[in-house]
């Protein structure tokens, strides 16, 4: 199997590849009686994260008591959400104090059932 360099990533790809996997742009042009295989493989973590999905079964490299432990104690900060990649409502949590302590406790029973989502949507349970 051939392989060449993609022109906008520089990712290795294959040398017959008409749009490179891990960028999503064109490399290659297509002729009108060009017939090319499309290979679709939704495994591949750039893939699903590219397109927003859930990776790894949609379960969270993150660790659950980490986060459990940095809502509880610092939780009015926000810092739990700087942690699962939540920078947004990290920063609002930090301006507001979690909305007066109402978005400090929603937030750990959230993680102690197992129900908060990191930044990408994936649920935070191991």
């Given at each position: 199997m051939s392989t060449k360099f993609?022109?906008?990533?520089?990712?290795?790809i294959d040398q017959e590849c008409v749009?490179?996997?891990k960028c999503g742009k064109q490399v290659k042009e297509l002729g009108m009686n060009q017939n090319p295989n499309v290979v679709i493989n939704?495994?591949?973590?750039?893939?699903?994260?590219?397109v927003g999905g859930a990776t790894n079964g949609g379960i969270s490299p993150k660790n659950k008591l980490v986060a459990l432990l940095?809502?509880?104690?610092?939780?009015?900060?926000?810092?739990?959400?700087?942690?699962?990649g939540k920078?947004?409502?990290g920063i609002i949590w930090l301006c507001t104090g979690a909305f007066c302590g109402i978005g400090w406790i929603y937030d750990i029973i959230?993680?102690?059932?197992?129900t908060f989502k990191d930044g990408?949507?994936?649920?935070?349970?191991?």
């Open positions: 993609c022109q906008h990533c520089g990712e290795t749009v490179c996997p939704n495994s591949s973590y750039a893939n699903a994260a590219a940095l809502a509880i104690f610092l939780g009015g900060f926000g810092i739990h959400r700087f942690y699962v920078i947004g409502t959230k993680i102690a059932t197992g990408a949507g994936r649920v935070i349970s191991k």
